[in-house]
């Protein structure tokens, strides 16, 4: 049998949506028993601040730990987050929060971050705590969150977690 050509315009519609969504899958991981596991003795003072230049004024000016959440901010607020990445710094976090706003600008640096940041820009959320003074530093703070949470955007998991997540 001879397949037919589709006639233009035939189901576009349709192929267009699918292929919207299809642009969308991201794989999270959902792993109740890393949750469980993660021990961060420290109070964490988390502030949500919508990603964009207005904010910036807001953003503490210590170091400490952050991510990046996808919130869809429907239904009366429904409270649904998507964490996409975990990071820190020994640097202020509005300074940080800067070069990530520059980052998004600017066609060189890592790509997988420009472009989620990007396409979902008016749905990104910086949220972040100060981690100073304490015992343990932020980037001990953002190792146990990486194992906990494993973040699509992270390219540098910690040993023990990239071995499990390059087994899928």
């Known amino acids: 049998?001879?397949?037919?050509?589709?006639?233009?315009?035939?189901?576009?519609?349709?192929?267009?949506?699918?292929?919207?969504?299809?642009?969308?899958?991201?794989?999270?991981i959902l792993w109740p028993c890393r949750w469980q596991?993660?021990?961060i003795n420290l109070h964490l003072n988390w502030q949500v601040f919508e990603f964009n230049p207005q904010t910036i004024n807001a953003i503490p000016t210590e170091p400490g730990v952050y991510a990046f959440l996808i919130q869809p901010r429907l239904a009366s607020n429904l409270d649904a987050s998507y964490l996409m990445y975990i990071g820190k710094t020994d640097r202020p976090l509005r300074d940080r929060y800067q070069e990530y706003l520059q980052e998004i600008m600017k066609s060189t640096g890592r790509?997988?971050?420009?472009?989620?940041?990007?396409?979902?820009?008016?749905?990104?959320?910086?949220?972040?705590?100060?981690?100073?003074?304490?015992?343990?530093?932020?980037a001990n703070v953002e190792d146990e969150l990486l194992k906990a949470f494993m973040p699509p955007m992270n390219?540098?998991?910690?040993?023990?977690?990239?071995?499990?997540?390059?087994?899928?």
């Open 1 to 28: 049998m001879i397949s037919q050509p589709v006639p233009n315009g035939a189901n576009n519609a349709f192929v267009d949506i699918v292929s919207d969504a299809k642009s969308h899958i991201v794989q999270l």
């Open 37 to 39: 596991q993660c021990h």
């Open 111 to 138: 790509p997988k971050i420009a472009f989620t940041l990007s396409q979902y820009y008016g749905f990104i959320y910086f949220s972040c705590a100060p981690v100073v003074n304490q015992p343990i530093t932020p």
């Open 155 to 168: 390219d540098q998991l910690p040993a023990e977690v990239r071995r499990i997540v390059n087994a899928f």
